[in-house]
Structures are given as C-alpha cells and as structure tokens.
C-alpha cells in the first residue's frame, strides 16, 4: 500500500505487523504508520497503532572525492569486504556504531543499519578521517 502524504510504502502482514519504507524523517515515519493504520480501520478490521519501532535508518552523502577503494580494504580488511566484480562498492562493517556503509570510488556513501539518527553521524564522523587517509591523488 502506498500514500502520497508522506510519501511512503508500507507491507503489511497477515501477522497484523507492518513495514513502512521511504520516510524522510522519524517523525514522517511515525505519521504514515499512523495514517496506513487509520486506513486499515476504515476497511473495517480491528487495527491498533501500537508498538511503533523504528528498526533501519539509511542516510547517504558525497565526501566530493574519490576513494582508492583497494588500499581501503587492504589497510582495512578486518572491518571490509570489496570485490568489484560483484558489486562496485566496498562493504565496511563497523562495529561501533553498528553501522553497514557502502563506499564507492566516487566518493558517494551508503550508511545502513542504524537504529537512531546520531548513529548515522557518528559512524559517519569515524569514516570520514580514514576516507581521507585514501584519497586518490
């Protein structure tokens, strides 16, 4: 099911659980849940807002240069996993924040896996000293 208002797409299960994606804030998520819930009432089923969680947050960001993805997952092996024939970016796994980040040549990132906003700036101050470290000259 979709709304336009925030824009959102949510799933929703058999269980009576629902997944909503595409919010832009957790406010906006909270809302849509709440609206995709109301909805669910007026087909005439029993539904009740309860047990709101925000389980994924994802953010994106360009550092404006480029990376040598190789001497990063060389110098930092541990933490990634990079193999360009599969999939153009490096997988970096850190562990405080559990954050997932997707950094690609260009410089653009992925962050994935936070559960609240903060996580996402700090994994994304932590990475950023090391992305330096591998800049293409």
Same mark, same amino acid.
């Given at each position: 099911m979709r709304i336009r208002e925030p824009k959102t797409t949510a799933? *929703?299960?058999a269980s009576g659980k629902m997944v909503v994606t595409?919010?832009?804030s957790e406010d906006?998520?909270?809302l849509a849940s709440r609206k995709y819930?109301? *909805? *669910?009432?007026?087909l005439g089923f029993d539904a009740k807002f309860t047990e709101f969680k925000i389980q994924n947050i994802v953010g994106s960001c360009?550092?404006?240069f480029? *990376?040598?993805l190789?001497?990063?997952?060389?110098g930092h092996g541990k933490f990634s996993s990079y193999e360009p024939e599969l999939f153009p970016g490096l997988i970096y796994r850190m562990l405080k924040p559990k954050v997932?980040?997707?950094i690609f040549v260009s410089g653009k990132i992925v962050l994935t896996g936070a559960k609240v906003r903060e996580e996402i700036y700090t994994a994304f101050n932590v990475i950023y000293p090391v992305l330096r470290e591998y800049k293409k000259p």
């Open positions: 799933l *929703i299960f595409g919010a832009k906006d998520s909270r819930a109301r *909805i *669910i009432q007026k360009d550092v404006k480029p *990376i040598r190789e001497g990063l997952h060389y997932v980040l997707l």
